[in-house]
Antibody, heavy 114, light 106 residues
Framework: EVQLVESGGGLVKPGGSLRLSCAASGFTFSNYGMNWVRQAPGTGLEWVSSINSHGTYKDYADSVRGRFTSSRDNAKNSLYLQMNSLRAEDTALYYC???????WGQGTMVTVSS | DIQMTQSPSSLSASVGDRVTITCRASQGVSVDLRWYQQKPGKAPKRLIYAASSLQIGVPSRFSGSGSGTEFTLTISSLQPEDFATYYCLQHNSYPYTFGQGTKLEI
């Protein structure tokens, strides 16, 4: 079964850091680009970042550029999002999704609050 | 950045109705447009890719059309399980952008 499972969310203070993980199974992870998408409570979807299959190309939304870093470990079938200098407006459910946005995880919640 | 303007933001309809949702791009995105359905507490589900191609397993009452700057998602005969929020996504150029969403209500 093709599956993506996010983890690593939680409550963090403004200015803090968090690292999200996304574990992939059921497909050849190393062949696919991957994405992070977030959804603040009660609002719509926002693209956060994309990374190509080798991890050599990455792009970010302006709202997170310079603070968030995507990476991947193809040997571990895992995708990561390092989030630094977190702000209240980063509070959201964070999803990982395959490059075609056809497969999504269930999301992991990040809450930034003092 | 390409802005995606989705309309309407909400829509009241009944079982059996035909409904159309529109997304307009601020500049051309060719057919690099996808449609998603999201139900409360669930991840988005892809319905349409390449503007008009139906995702495997999605009922044929869903259809997409358009290219360039104007796109539509049509549900030919609403079923109870179709009441959800729908989003378009352009993936022609970074930053990828979603429409604001259309909440389809009874």
């Amino acid at each position: 079964e093709v599956q993506l499972v996010e983890s690593g969310g939680g409550l963090v203070k403004p200015g803090g850091s968090l690292r999200l993980s996304c574990a992939a199974s059921g497909f050849t992870f190393s062949n696919y680009g991957m994405n992070w998408v977030r959804q603040a409570p009660g609002t719509g979807l926002e693209w956060v970042s994309s990374i190509n299959s080798h991890g050599t190309y990455k792009d970010y939304a302006d709202s997170v550029r310079g603070r968030f870093t995507s990476s991947r470990d193809n040997a571990k079938n895992s995708l990561y999002l390092q989030m630094n200098s977190l702000r209240a407006e980063d509070t959201a459910l964070y999803y990982c999704a395959t490059g075609g946005f056809d497969i999504w995880g269930q999301g992991t919640m990040v809450t930034v609050s003092s | 950045d390409i802005q995606m303007t989705q309309s309407p933001s909400s829509l009241s309809a009944s079982v059996g109705d035909r409904v159309t949702i529109t997304c307009r791009a601020s500049q051309g995105v060719s057919v690099d447009l996808r449609w998603y359905q999201q139900k409360p507490g669930k991840a988005p589900k892809r319905l349409i890719y390449a503007a008009s191609s139906l995702q495997i397993g999605v009922p044929s009452r869903f259809s997409g059309s358009g290219s360039g700057t104007e796109f539509t998602l049509t549900i030919s005969s609403l079923q109870p399980e179709d009441f959800a929020t729908y989003y378009c996504l352009q993936h022609n150029s970074y930053p990828y952008t979603f429409g604001q969403g259309t909440k389809l209500e009874i």
